[in-house]
C-alpha cells in the first residue's frame, strides 16, 4: 500500500485495509519521500532526520484511523528515502497486491507532473489496484 499525505489516498487505505482483513493478510504501509531540489537556491539545507521524522507522523496519522476501525489487521509501516515509484515497485516484490491511490490529474497532468499509479502499473511485479477518490475528476 502506498501513503502520502493527501486526501486522495483515504480510499486507497481503507480498500488496502479491507483486503488485508478479508484475505487475512498484513498490511504493508510504503511511504517514499524525497528531498526537494531548488536550482535557484542551492544553498538551502535540510535536517534529513527531521523531515524523516516528519514523514513517520505523517504516515502514522494517516494509518490510525483506518487502524482503528481494522484493529485485527496487522500494520507495519515503512518509510523509504527515493522516487514512490522506484519504493512501491521494490515493494511489490514481496506482496500479494499492491494498492494505491489516484489524484485523478488525467493523461496531461500526469505526463507532465508524472504519475505514481501510471509507473507502478507498468513495472510492479503483483498485481495493482489503483483506487480513485470520489473528489477526483
Not at 53 to 74: F, G, H, M
Not at 85 to 108: C, K, P
Amino acid at each position: 500500500m502506498g501513503v502520502d499525505d493527501s486526501s486522495e489516498c483515504e480510499p486507497a487505505l481503507a480498500y488496502a485495509f479491507e483486503q488485508a482483513r478479508a484475505h487475512g493478510d498484513a498490511l504493508r504501509a510504503v511511504h517514499a519521500w524525497h528531498l526537494p531540489a531548488h536550482p535557484l537556491a542551492p544553498e538551502i539545507t535540510y535536517d534529513v532526520e527531521e523531515v524523516r521524522e516528519a514523514r513517520q507522523r505523517v504516515t502514522r496519522e494517516k494509518l490510525s484511523d483506518p487502524w482503528r476501525r481494522y484493529p485485527e489487521v496487522p500494520v507495519r509501516s515503512e518509510i523509504a528515502y527515493g522516487h514512490p515509484v522506484d519504493a512501491l515497485v521494490q515493494a511489490s516484490r514481496a506482496s500479494g497486491l499492491l494498492v494505491v491511490g489516484s489524484h485523478g490529474r488525467g493523461a496531461v497532468g500526469s505526463a507532465m507532473l508524472g504519475s505514481v499509479s501510471r509507473g507502478v502499473l507498468h513495472h510492479a511485479e503483483c498485481p495493482v489496484a489503483v483506487v480513485r477518490s470520489p473528489s477526483a475528476p
